[in-house]
């Protein structure tokens, strides 16, 4: 009997052998077989992109440019461009719209970030808001009063530059630097007596009644913003930025095409009026270029007027700030 057990147990072993050598056979297949959709899934990029108010965000969206992407986006949204500085220097983000001025600030505190596309908006809506009922008809009438604002912003270069035009020095203002919500409720309690903001804040601020410009950023402020990314994600993401930016351009160009549907989308979308959404897509006839040398000239010019109001402590020369790779091939 014992012969015959003996036969069995080989006989029961050869077989679990057998089975076990099968479905591992069956189970190499399957990774095999798998093995190029893990790849594929693992090889999508993530670019991990920083916004204002939905703004870019709300573009791409409306025109369609946000379906089949190729890589993945993982939105952080900023009241400000301060903030979102912030976020690109601790390389939080990957890349995100910011204006010239906030641009040089954070170059000059030692961001290594470059912008790699650039835009031009009619600077009308960057101004010097007051209360429907301030006494304050001029720039001059602005000497003593206080000023909310963020620093380095957009809204701090035009209020410099809207004292400048005055005759007036930083010292004859007090300037309060807090973030656009909290300046827009300094400015309704009369807490403050003018305040320096952008769109979309300027439009919302005027249709809704708490708000008139004092003075637009026209033949003050350069209309320049910018795509500015840090320098990591422009040496390993150069493809998807590229991309990205074609895609900007694309939905800027159909937004104007299609402007009473986007301004209805934009105002769902980053929750808004639609009054104040359609007044400051309308009013800020936003357009693309390239990063030419009138660009550069106007950043320099930018640089300096900063650098001569003591923000800056030492000239910055902007031709190394910018990366002209994504420029438009002729």
């Known amino acids: 009997m014992q012969p015959v057990q003996s036969d069995h147990f080989l006989s029961n072993a050869t077989m679990l052998r057998r089975q076990f050598n099968h479905l591992l056979t069956a189970s190499v297949a399957a990774s095999s077989f798998l093995s190029p959709l893990l790849t594929h899934a693992q090889s999508r990029v993530l670019l991990r992109a920083g916004d204002q108010k939905g703004g870019l965000q709300a573009l791409l969206d409306a025109a369609g440019e946000l379906k089949n992407l190729p890589y993945d986006i993982k939105w952080s949204e900023f009241p400000a461009a301060a903030p979102l500085a912030e976020a690109l220097n601790a390389n939080a983000v990957d890349f995100g ?66 004292l400048e035009s005055a005759g007036l020095k930083a010292d004859d203002v007090q300037l309060r630097f807090i973030p656009p919500p909290d300046a827009k409720l300094a400015l309704t309690q009369g807490s403050v007596d003018a305040w320096a903001t952008w769109e979309p804040y300027t439009a919302l601020a005027e249709t809704s009644g708490h708000a008139r410009v004092l003075v637009n950023g026209r033949g003050l402020w350069s209309g320049l913003s910018y795509l500015a990314a840090t320098e990591v994600a422009l040496a390993e993401k150069t493809a998807v930025l590229q991309d990205f930016k074609e895609r900007v351009v694309r939905a800027q160009v159909w937004s104007y095409q299609n402007a009473k549907p986007f301004g209805q989308s934009l105002a769902r979308i980053i929750g808004i009026s639609a009054d104040a959404a359609q007044l400051q897509f309308e009013r800020r006839a936003t357009r693309w270029q390239d990063i030419d040398a009138q660009v550069l000239a106007d950043q320099q010019r930018t640089a300096d007027f900063y650098l001569a109001a003591g923000l800056l402590k030492q000239r910055l020369d902007v031709r190394g700030t910018f990366d002209t790779r994504f420029n438009a091939k002729a």
């Open 97 to 162: 719209p910011i204006g010239d001025a906030p641009l040089l600030f954070t170059l000059a505190a030692g961001s290594r970030v470059k912008a790699f596309a650039a835009s031009r908006s009619d600077a009308y809506g960057t101004a010097v808001l007051v209360a429907p009922n301030s006494p304050l008809k001029t720039a001059a009438d602005l000497k003593g009063k206080s000023i909310a604002t963020n620093r380095g912003s957009i809204g701090h270069f035009v209020t410099l530059k809207v």
